[in-house]
C-alpha cells in the first residue's frame, strides 16, 4: 500500500486555542476516509492543513509534497468541495468549464459536459439561477472530470435534501471511486456514507479519538443487548458506553473479546454513529 | 503561466462586467452629446460657416485642426475620468468579494496560486482596464468623426478636408493609448495600495483605503503644519514626466496660431524617455512591487474560510 497523506504530529494553534494536536495518520491509496468528529473538533483545520490552506507544525506530507509550500504541484493532483455554496454566484455554467479547463491540466471539459447532459443544468445559466442542489451536481460533476489522486469533500451535502444527497454520494461511488484514487470526506450525516466509507476516523478536541479500517472495525467494537443478571454480568466487563433501550440495557465494548460476550444477549456490530458518540462521550469524561 | 494568466484575466472580466460596459455608456454618452452639439449649431445655421463640434467660430485651418484635437482629447479627459472611477472600484472590490461570498475556497481549490492571482489583478487594473478604455476612446471618435462628416456633408462642406483631413488619426489614436497605459503604469502604487486592502479589510474596504491616508495627512499637517503627504499624493495624479510642465491653455495657444499646415501631433507633446527615466517612475513601481508583495502574503496567510 502507498500512503497518500502521511501526517506525524501535526497541531494548529490559534492564538491559545489548540484546534489540532499532535496529531497522526496515514491515508492509503483507494481508500475512503470519513473524518467525523463534532462542530469545533478540528476536522476542518485538519482538512484545510491537508489542502495547503493553512500551515501547521509537525510532518505532514500530501502526494509527496508538503501542502503549504507545495500548493500549486498539489492542487493539480487533488481536488476539494469545502461547501455547496462556494461556486461564485456571477459566473455562467460555460465560463467556470472555460475556466477549469484553461486552468486545470487533469480536466477534461468533455467529461463534465457529459455529466452535466445527465443534470438540468444548462450552459449558458448562471451559478445564482440554479437551485442549491443544481449547484452541487455542477460542482461534482466539475470535480469527476479532474483525474485527481485524492478528492476531499468537507460537508459536501450540507442543506441538500435526501433525494440530491443519495444521488450525489451514488454518483462518486458509481462514475468516479476506483482504486485509483482516494476520498477524505467529512460529514455530519454520518450514518449516510458509512456504507461507502473504506476506513474511520473520530476527531474531538484536536485529537483522533478512534483509527481504524471499516473491516477490523467489528473485531474490535461489539454492541451487546443484554437484561437482568446478563446484562449485570456484562457491565462486569467494563462497556465503554450503556444505555436502555425498549427495557433492554445497550452496552459497547472495545477489545472484548466476543466469546465473553456470547450467552450475555444480542451480539452485533455497532453503527458508525453509536460508536462515535460512545466515543465522544468517553472522551468527555 | 501566461495561458494561466490570460484566463485569470478573462475570468475579472466575466466578474467586473463594469470593466466593459462603463467605456460603452461613455462612448454612447459622448456620442448623444456630440449630436446634441450638432442639432443646437444646426438651428443657427444661417449665422455659421462651418460648425463643428458647437465650435461655432472655426473658420480658419489651424483653428479647426485644435477644434477637432480638442475634442478627441476632451472625449479622452472623459474616459479618463471614467477608467479611474473603475480601476478604484474594480481594484477595492476584486479581492474583497472573493472573500465575502467565500468563492474564494473554490478559486482556491484550483491550481493557479496566489501570486498568480493577485497579480492578474494587478495586471487588469494597470493594463487591461486602460487598454479597453483606448479602444472606447478610438470608437467613440471614429464614430463621432462619421457623424460630424454626414453633418458637414449635408452641410454642402468637404468632411474629407474639413474632418478627414485635419486630424492625425493615428498620431492621436497611438497617443492616445500611450496615455491611458502610460496611467496605468504611474498609478501603479495606489491600485496596489486598493488591491492590499481589498485582500486585507473585513468590511468597508473604501472607507479602509481612503481613511488612513487622509488621517496621516492632517497628522502631518497639524504636527508639523506641512503638507507634503498631501502634496506628494496629489501631484502624482499630473503624470508631469509624460507631459513635462505642459499647460493645456497654452498648448491650444501654441497650436492655434502655429504656421504651417501640418495637423497636431499629440505624440510630439509626449516625453516617453523622460517618463521611463523618472524616479517617480521607478519609486512607483517599487512602491506597487512592496504593496502587491503584501497582497499576495495576506491572500496566501489569511484564513478567512
Redesign the interface.
Known amino acids: 500500500m502507498t500512503s497518500l497523506v502521511d501526517a506525524r504530529g501535526v497541531s494548529k494553534n490559534f492564538g491559545s486555542t489548540r484546534a489540532v494536536d499532535n496529531v497522526s495518520f496515514e491515508i492509503e491509496k483507494g481508500k475512503i476516509l470519513g473524518l467525523i468528529g463534532p462542530n469545533g473538533a478540528g476536522k476542518t483545520t485538519l482538512l484545510?492543513a491537508v489542502?495547503g490552506?493553512?500551515?501547521c507544525e509537525g510532518h505532514l506530507s500530501v502526494l509527496g509534497f508538503d501542502p503549504f509550500r507545495q500548493?500549486?504541484?498539489l492542487?493539480?493532483n487533488i481536488?476539494?468541495?469545502?461547501?455547496v455554496?462556494?461556486?461564485?454566484?456571477?459566473?455562467?455554467v460555460s465560463?467556470i468549464l472555460?475556466?477549469?479547463e484553461?486552468?486545470?491540466?487533469n480536466f477534461s471539459r468533455s467529461r463534465a459536459e457529459g455529466l452535466l447532459q445527465q443534470t438540468k443544468v444548462q450552459a449558458g445559466a448562471r451559478v445564482k439561477e440554479l437551485s442549491k442542489g443544481m449547484v452541487t451536481q455542477l460542482?461534482l460533476s466539475i470535480i469527476m472530470a479532474i483525474d485527481a489522486k485524492l478528492l476531499v469533500l468537507d460537508e459536501p451535502t450540507l442543506g441538500l435534501d435526501i433525494l440530491f444527497r443519495k444521488e450525489f454520494y451514488a454518483n462518486l461511488l458509481n462514475d468516479y471511486f476506483d482504486e485509483e484514487r482516494t476520498i477524505l470526506i467529512t460529514t455530519h450525516q454520518v450514518e449516510e456514507i458509512e456504507n461507502l466509507l473504506t476506513d474511520i476516523m473520530f476527531i474531538n478536541d484536536g485529537k483522533i479519538l478512534l483509527d481504524s479500517s471499516m473491516d477490523t472495525l467489528g473485531d474490535t467494537y461489539i454492541e451487546l443487548q443484554a437484561s437482568g443478571d446478563d446484562a449485570q454480568k456484562a457491565r462486569g466487563l467494563g462497556p465503554i458506553a450503556e444505555s436502555e433501550m425498549f427495557g433492554k440495557s445497550v452496552m459497547l465494548f472495545e477489545g472484548v473479546s466476543r466469546e465473553h460476550l456470547v450467552g450475555l444477549g444480542d451480539i452485533r456490530i455497532p453503527s458508525v454513529a453509536d460508536l462515535f458518540v460512545a466515543k465522544i462521550k468517553e472522551a468527555r469524561k | 503561466m501566461i495561458?494561466?494568466q490570460?484566463?485569470?484575466i478573462?475570468?475579472e472580466l466575466?466578474?467586473h462586467r463594469s470593466i466593459h460596459v462603463t467605456p460603452a455608456a461613455v462612448a454612447l454618452i459622448v456620442t448623444l452629446g456630440v449630436l446634441a452639439m450638432l442639432m443646437l449649431a444646426s438651428g443657427f445655421a444661417k449665422e455659421l460657416e462651418m460648425a463643428i463640434f458647437g465650435a461655432q467660430n472655426i473658420v480658419g485651418d489651424a483653428e479647426r485642426r485644435v477644434a477637432l484635437t480638442g475634442f478627441f482629447l476632451m472625449t479622452s479627459w472623459v474616459f479618463l475620468v471614467a477608467l479611474m472611477f473603475v480601476t478604484v472600484f474594480y481594484s477595492l472590490d476584486c479581492l474583497y468579494a472573493?472573500r465575502k461570498?467565500?468563492?474564494?475556497?473554490?478559486?482556491?481549490?484550483?491550481?493557479?496560486?496566489d501570486a498568480e492571482t493577485v497579480i492578474s489583478k494587478l495586471l487588469t487594473a494597470a493594463i487591461v482596464i486602460p487598454a479597453i478604455t483606448a479602444v472606447g476612446i478610438w470608437v467613440t471618435h471614429i464614430v463621432n468623426l462619421i457623424v460630424t462628416s454626414i453633418w458637414v456633408s449635408a452641410k454642402g462642406g468637404d468632411a474629407g478636408v474639413l474632418i478627414w483631413g485635419s486630424i492625425s488619426l493615428f498620431d492621436n489614436w497611438l497617443a492616445a493609448l500611450l496615455i491611458v497605459v502610460a496611467s496605468g503604469i504611474w498609478m501603479s502604487p495606489f491600485i496596489a495600495w486598493f488591491l492590499f486592502v481589498s485582500t486585507w479589510a473585513s468590511r468597508m474596504p473604501m472607507l479602509m483605503a481612503f481613511m488612513p491616508p487622509i488621517v496621516l495627512g492632517l497628522l502631518e499637517w497639524i504636527v508639523f503644519r506641512t503638507q507634503y503627504f498631501f502634496t506628494t499624493i496629489g501631484t502624482r495624479g499630473d503624470m508631469t514626466p509624460l507631459f513635462h510642465s505642459l499647460s493645456v491653455e497654452r498648448f491650444f495657444k501654441e497650436e492655434q496660431w502655429r504656421d504651417g499646415v501640418q495637423n497636431i501631433s499629440l505624440l510630439e507633446h509626449m516625453d516617453l524617455v523622460g517618463f521611463v527615466t523618472d524616479p517617480g517612475f521607478w519609486s512607483g513601481l517599487l512602491v506597487c512591487g512592496i504593496l502587491t508583495t503584501a497582497a499576495i502574503y495576506v491572500r496566501r496567510?489569511r484564513?478567512d474560510?
Not at chain 1, 455554496?85 to 455562467?92: C, G, Y
Open positions: 484545510k489542502l490552506l493553512t500551515d500548493r500549486k504541484q492542487m493539480q481536488c476539494f468541495i469545502a461547501d455554496a462556494v461556486l461564485p454566484r456571477w459566473i455562467k465560463q472555460d475556466y477549469v484553461a486552468i486545470h491540466p460542482h | 495561458a494561466h490570460l484566463a485569470l478573462k475570468r466575466w466578474e472573493e461570498d467565500k468563492s474564494i475556497l473554490f478559486w482556491r481549490s484550483m491550481p493557479a496560486t496567510y484564513d474560510s
